[in-house]
């Protein structure tokens, strides 16, 4: 079955989807019109996106381009038409199993990369040997990630899917994901998180903040960015533990950290943590992020 496109733009509307990422709280409204500050990137200009209700269609003209629903849907999860369309048909509770989009369904990788367990740049994130084995992470001499941190990502069932590596110095790019990967499937750390079944989970950016969080004795997870994917939403909201939303403390760490937790809340208590200016989870000492808990 094809995804009905046309279906998805007359019945999904642009309010709707806005307020499913809660990109639509800072919005104001005129007439049939929506506007304000882009919500889906870092602008500041108040009238750069606009959204006609009547007609369901969007447009920011600093920097996004503008459409349907489902040209919205891809500008917010970074994904192709199908994708878009497929997550516009979950959002209208339409099942649409077959006919997924090639290349969206993570597969088990069928090899191990060999890796150095204590390098000095894991020391000098004060990553103890014990942590870096619990993640699987090592540097990597030989194989897609050399000269880098290798980082094993798992699906929810534990089932390694990728490795991400992180640069060791300057290198850019910082993190370097296997070309096409598909992050906003993925919720890093939730195979464990799922088993262990405590109390509340910290909901950080990056790899580095859950290490840091772990070695202080709390579960976490991360979105390997700033904002929060339809995947990554519906994953959160399967695990039966509290969340605690911890992002970085710069400008995008707090508005990605506001639209996550508009967008849950309804259906969550949700807990926040706002860092102060320049501050990230992994730049505190474990007795100051259990206090902060
Ligand atoms: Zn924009």
Redesign the pocket.
Known sequence: MKPDYERIKRELSIERVLREYGMSLDLKKSGSQLYGR?P??N?DNPR??NVSLEKNLWN?F???GGGSVIDLLM?IENVGVREAAQIGNDLLGICYEEGRPAGSVLKPLRFRLTLEPDHNYQKSRNISPETAQYFGIGYCNRGIMTGRIAIPIHDVDGNLVAYCGRAVDDTQPKYRFPRGFPKNRVVYNLNHVVKDQGKEVVVVEGFFDVFALYAAGLESVALMGSSMSHHQKKQLLSLEQRLAFMFDGDEAGRRGMRQAIDALHEKRPIKAIYLPENMQPDHYGQNYLREFL
């Open positions: 882009c889906i990137h602008g750069a996106f920011c600093t920097h996004c500008a």
